[in-house]
């Protein structure tokens, strides 16, 4: 990373490294095959068989999604009081472009599970958890205020916050593969009910700190 006249050492998350991309490659792979398999099932479904060329039309919509997905990706770069930014689809050895100057008229907001947005303006940041020391000890250092009350609420009720994202994953792809089924009978209606529940359940979980937040502030 380029950091000529850097008084620190640059702080980089979701970093476009070997093994952040063979770590998508591994959870594209997966998500890949999951996608794949609903959609041949669902053609079987209407009466194609495996070996039918209408087969092969889930492939351009695979690959399609699994470059959406990198496309989403952003590489975040805090030096010399500085946020800079680099897609993971942009060309290699291009240097990240400046987003904001960074200081004490800034603060940082965790708002979601993955998320942080810069306020009073600028963008929404989306670190995996592991990563959120690394930017909040950069953000401090450039005097950034950081408000992190969505991991207060997480480390006070640890267990239903680690429970949030296995019940959505869960829920997710059994609807998935529920749906690849065919037409839905009785037992798969039940299961498409059950798993509808746990998604729902999921995202309950995961925007409840934001509700608690907000009803404590109008309390307040």
Request: overall charge positive.
């Amino acid at each position: 990373m380029d950091s000529e006249g850097a008084t620190d050492q640059p702080v980089r998350v979701g970093a476009r490294t070997w093994r952040g991309v063979l770590g998508l490659l591994g959870v594209g792979a997966v998500a890949t095959g999951v996608l794949a398999f609903v959609l041949a099932r669902s053609l079987i479904a209407q009466g194609f068989d495996w070996v039918d060329p209408v087969m092969l039309i889930p492939i351009p919509f695979v690959i399609a999604a699994g470059l959406v997905m990198v496309g989403t990706i952003t590489e975040w770069t805090i030096a010399n009081h500085e946020l800079r930014r680099r897609g993971w689809l942009s060309r290699p050895g291009r240097n990240p472009s400046p987003v904001v100057e960074l200081g004490p008229h800034l603060g940082i907001v965790h708002e979601t599970r993955t998320g942080w947005r810069i306020q009073p303006y600028g963008p929404a940041i989306y670190v995996a958890p592991a990563q959120a020391a690394s930017l909040i000890g950069a953000m401090e250092r450039a005097g950034v205020r950081v408000i992190d009350w969505r991991g207060d609420w997480a480390r006070r009720h640890r267990l239903l916050d680690r429970l949030g994202v296995p019940i959505t994953l869960v829920g997710s792809v059994g609807l998935l593969v529920t749906a690849a089924q065919g037409p839905l009978r009785a037992v798969g209606f039940a299961s498409y009910c059950v798993f509808w529940g746990a998604l729902m359940l999921g995202f309950a979980i995961d925007f409840l700190p934001w509700r608690m937040r907000k009803h404590s502030v109008q309390v307040g």
